[in-house]
Structure formats: structure tokens, C-alpha cells
């Protein structure tokens, strides 16, 4: 089915629900228990500072939660009331955070399995079972799969990545193939690309120019089917599929990386095809998050202040925690990227994952905070309660007496 069909024979369906049940107090309270800290808010209120002893923390000024994870979260803990003896499944982590996560086990909503080829497996999500899409969303196959299973769907997708696939939706009505800028595995970038015809995933500025270099000059063509293999339409042909483009993004990605990917495209097919023909050839607009933005930003403004140690808290599957943790390496400070308080102790140790793809890959560090007064920067990932923030924080006091 289309795409854009599909979305809106869903929105006309009275089992789909992209809106509050209308619990909000109920659930209220429970939020604010789980997942706020009055530490966080007292920095909040001291302009981001606070020092206690040999050590001054730093909070980057926009951090944590974003809009549309807050959502998320209420309306998974509002479908568990609103369906207090149903079955209820998701069909992926709402959110990149472990605790929230493990919360909504705790709550009896099933996550669907994954198989040991990577496919998810749907066998157990009977018709009219209660299913909510997390904030990254769900594929067009995953949705069309439900609507025909007659579930209950709760669509907890942010807006911005809605924005997205409309944006990827004009470029299919276009007849243009969407370079997207993402990582091919990430639900996200899974779930947008199949809102395309023709689509092809790159990952950073380097392999951009690798394609930009194909449009404009050609190349070896298994040799580019090789290297995207994983990251492109079926049947994709670089040499047909590539003379007209649409930029598109992941949400979470760099903001100025994006940006450089854009130009590199708008500037590659002006340069092949002239400012006339510019338009019938390509395609862009702003896709990126508001949210990923402010933090970014945030983090830039705290690494020009000097700062011995950098802590990220996020999800180690984070892609915008991940970029934050960039931020701070390339800043040349010691940075270290835990997804929990856990990941500090015993005594002066940390475990933290280095900027590397590989996600089981976790180094030890002892000792990680230098001996003497410290100053420390801390922000986190858009999926990262302030409570986790709170309890990093107080460990790192801890650990200095």
C-alpha cells in the first residue's frame, strides 16, 4: 500500500489513537516520581552550576527529555490504564534509554522478539491486540501488517519524524530518490526509508562525497553496490537512480554535518546539471530536529568552558547522545559516554563506551576523575530521565567525599 494511503486510512480507523487518552493526571504523578530530580532542578535554578567540596558541576544548559520522548512515555503509561487486563505490545524500545524500557516491562507491555536473523517477529500479536509505535516510529510494512490484524494502534511517533516521512513522501510524488542522512540499522532510518521509493542511506560527510563524486564523474558500479549494499532500495541503479535527489535525515544526527551533506548534494547537481535544471534534479529541506538542535548547541556553548572531565549520559544505541559525545572529543576534553549511575563504582572506576560502532564494546577506566579540585560538564541524550542525570551526579560528589 502507499504510503501516505495507509497513513491516512489509519488516522481514519477508530483503533488508532495518536492522541492523550485523556489520563494525563493520572499518570502525572507517576512520571514526575520515576523520572524528575529536584538536584537537577536546583541546578536548573543556579544557572546550571552547583559545587559541593573539590568538584563544580557544569549542566549543559538544554539536556534530557525532549517534547516529544515526554510524550511518548505518557502515552504508553496512559495505555496501560486506559487498557488495564489487555495485552499490550511495542514494537520497539519507546525510547533509547534502559530504565524507561524496564519500566514498561515492569508494566506488562511486551516488546515483540527479534529473531536470530534480525527480523522481528509478529507470530504473537493476535487480531485486536493493543500495539503502540514508539517515538522513532514504525516501518510502512510493521503498520500495514497491524491495520490488517484490525490492532489497536497507539502511535506515540514524534512529530518531527512524521515531518520526515513527508518530506521523503514529496519526494517519492516527485519521482526523486531520497538520500538520507542516517544510520541504516536505527529504527528511525528503517522506518523513513520505507516511506521511500528509492532511497539511499549515508552515513557521514565521507561517504556523501563518495556518491557526490559517482554523480559527478562516475565509477566502479559494483563497487558502490557493494559499499551501500546495506543501506539502499531494492534494485537501487547509481547510474539511473541518482539524477534526481531529495535530502532527507535521521532527527538525531549532527545538525552541521546534515547541513554539509545538503550543500554538498545542492552544489554537485548544480554543478552537473546548471542553475536551470537545478530544481527538476534536486530537492532539500530542514528536517532537523528542534530538540537535537538545542542540545547540540548546548553542548558547543560547555565544551568553550574549561572543564577537566565530560560526562554523557544516554542510551549506548543513543545515535543523539552518541553526536554529543563527539562534540566533547573533538573538543579534546576526557569524555566518558555512560548510560546509568551504574556504569560509576566501585571507588574512582568508570565504565564507559568509547566513541566506537561497535555497541558491546565497554572500556574500563580507574581512575577516570583527576586528583585535586574538578571541574565536570554533564549533559545527557533526549532519552535520558533527570533522575539518571541526578544519580551520576551525586556518585561523581560521592566518589570526591
Given at each position: ?15 488508532y ?32 552550576t ?6 563544580t ?13 515526554e ?27 534502559p ?53 489497536v ?20 510524488k ?13 529504527e ?43 543501506a ?12 534526481r ?54 553542548m558547543f556553548?560547555l ?12 542510551g ?8 554529543l559525545?563527539?562534540?566533547?572529543i ?26 566506537s ?12 576523575l ?32
Amino acid at each position: 500500500m502507499n504510503p501516505r494511503v495507509l497513513r491516512q486510512s489509519l488516522r481514519d480507523s477508530d483503533r488508532y489513537f495518536r492522541k492523550s487518552f485523556g489520563r494525563e493526571a493520572e499518570v502525572e504523578p507517576i512520571l514526575q516520581k520515576e523520572y524528575q530530580s529536584s538536584l537537577v532542578q536546583r541546578l536548573r535554578n543556579e544557572h546550571y552550576t552547583l559545587t559541593q567540596g573539590e568538584v563544580t558541576i557544569r549542566l549543559a544548559e538544554a539536556f534530557g527529555f525532549c517534547w516529544g520522548v515526554e510524550r511518548a512515555i505518557a502515552m504508553a503509561y496512559e495505555t496501560r490504564r486506559q487498557f488495564p487486563d489487555g495485552r499490550i505490545w511495542i514494537t520497539n524500545e519507546i525510547i533509547h534509554n534502559p530504565s524507561v524500557n524496564e519500566n514498561l516491562r515492569q508494566m506488562q507491555i511486551e516488546f515483540i522478539p527479534v529473531t536470530a536473523d534480525g527480523r522481528k517477529d509478529f507470530s504473537g500479536v493476535d487480531r485486536g491486540s493493543v500495539v503502540i509505535l514508539p517515538a522513532f516510529g514504525a516501518s510502512v510494512q510493521e503498520m500495514e501488517l497491524l491495520h490488517e490484524r484490525e490492532c489497536v494502534i497507539v502511535d506515540t511517533t514524534c512529530p518531527w519524524v512524521s515531518k520526515v516521512w513527508n518530506r521523503v513522501g514529496k519526494h517519492r510524488k516527485g519521482g526523486y530518490t531520497s538520500i538520507i542522512h542516517g544510520k541504516y540499522k536505527h529504527e528511525e532510518t528503517i522506518a523513513t526509508s520505507s516511506h521511500a521509493e528509492r532511497y539511499l542511506v549515508v552515513l557521514n560527510l565521507e561517504e556523501a562525497r563518495y556518491v557526490a563524486n559517482y554523480i559527478l564523474h562516475g565509477g566502479d558500479r559494483q563497487e558502490f553496490l557493494g559499499k551501500f549494499r546495506h543501506a539502499c532500495s531494492a534494485g537501487f541503479d547509481p547510474d539511473r537512480d541518482l539524477e534526481r535527489v531529495g535530502i532527507a535525515n535521521q532527527t538525531t544526527m549532527l545538525k552541521g554535518e546534515t547541513e554539509a551533506i545538503g550543500k554538498l548534494f545542492e552544489h554537485t547537481m548544480l554543478k552537473k546539471y546548471g542553475p536551470v535544471n537545478l530544481h527538476e534534479h534536486f530537492l532539500s529541506f530542514n528536517t532537523i530536529c528542534d530538540a537535537t538542535q538545542e542540545r547540540q548547541d548546548a553542548m558547543f556553548d560547555l565544551v568553550k568552558q574549561p572543564l577537566d572531565v565530560m560526562v554523557v549520559i544516554g542510551g549506548f544505541n543513543s545515535s543523539n547522545t552518541t553526536h554529543l559525545q563527539e562534540i566533547a572529543i573533538e573538543h579534546g576534553i576526557p569524555s566518558y559516554h555512560i548510560d546509568s549511575a551504574d556504569r560509576i563504582g566501585p571507588g574512582n572506576r568508570v565504565q564507559h563506551k568509547p566513541l566506537s560502532p561497535d555497541l558491546h564494546y565497554l572500556e574500563t577506566v580507574e581512575p577516570w576523575l583527576p586528583d585535586g579540585p574538578i571541574t565536570v560538564g554533564v549533559t545527557s541524550g533526549a532519552s535520558t530521565p533527570d533522575k539518571v542525570v541526578a544519580d551520576v551526579i551525586e556518585k561523581i560528589f560521592a566518589i570526591k567525599g
